[in-house]
Antibody, heavy 119, light 106 residues
Framework: QLQLQESGPGLVKPSETLSLTCTVSDGSISSSSYYWSWIRQPPGEGLEWIGSMYYSGSTYYNPSLKSRVTISVDTSKNQFSLRLRSVTATDTAIYYC???????????WGQGTLVTVSS | AIQMTQSPSSLSASVGDSVTITCRASQGIRNDLGWYQQKPGKAPKLLIYAASSLQNGVPSRFSGSGSGTDFTLTINSLQPEDFATYYC?????????FGQGTKVEI
């Protein structure tokens, strides 16, 4: 059974860069047809898609975050990562990594990690 | 971006009731819609994909329907474990967009 696990700092200072990693277990991140994605949820609020990356390198980002976001894949470690630059308090959220098959919604999710932006 | 509008935002129901949640897309999305269930402190769980296909392991009391712009999620014979928040997601194009959520309360 595929498993995803987010990791990274739980506290980031305003104006700095949020960096998270998602480790994929019991499955290869290089498998064709899968998109590896990040989704976030501010405390008590709804879900917001951040971006997705195909294993080959194609990326898609939420226009509202595109200028600050980079998603990358490290196939040697079976991981993918999120970098969100110049964070503010509004970036405080639970960050989830997830997988989607081409043309399908996200079927496997990590447990989520809370990132707080505060000085 | 396609806007997904869910209604109601919350509802109260009892065990054994049937409930229906609707999701409307701002433009046609064929049947490229999924439904999720989220419980407090947990990641969303996929219930329905392609508008009406039941994800493996999901009880048959959950069903989805619709195409184009209007979609529904129906839960028949509500069980105690079904009290949660439900979200729709369009996977027709990018950016992916979620509905704002429907909280099903006792």
């Amino acid at each position: 059974q595929l498993q995803l696990q987010e990791s990274g700092p739980g506290l980031v200072k305003p104006s700095e860069t949020l960096s998270l990693t998602c480790t994929v277990s019991d499955g290869s991140i290089s498998s064709s047809s899968y998109y590896w994605s990040w989704i976030r949820q501010p405390p008590g609020e709804g879900l917001e898609w951040i971006g997705s990356m195909y294993y080959s390198g194609s990326t898609y980002y939420n226009p509202s975050l595109k200028s600050r976001v980079t998603i990358s894949v490290d196939t040697s470690k079976n991981q993918f990562s999120l970098r969100l630059r110049s964070v503010t308090a509004t970036d405080t959220a639970i960050y989830y990594c997830a997988r989607a098959n081409y043309g399908d919604p996200f079927d496997y999710w990590g447990q989520g990690t809370l990132v707080t932006v505060s000085s | 971006a396609i806007q997904m509008t869910q209604s109601p935002s919350s509802l109260s129901a009892s065990v054994g009731d049937s409930v229906t949640i609707t999701c409307r897309a701002s433009q046609g999305i064929r049947n490229d819609l999924g439904w999720y269930q989220q419980k407090p402190g947990k990641a969303p769980k996929l219930l329905i994909y392609a508008a009406s296909s039941l994800q493996n392991g999901v009880p048959s009391r959950f069903s989805g329907s619709g195409s184009g712009t209007d979609f529904t999620l129906t839960i028949n014979s509500l069980q105690p474990e079904d009290f949660a928040t439900y979200y729709c997601l369009q996977d027709y194009n990018y950016p992916r967009t979620f509905g704002q959520g429907t909280k099903v309360e006792i």
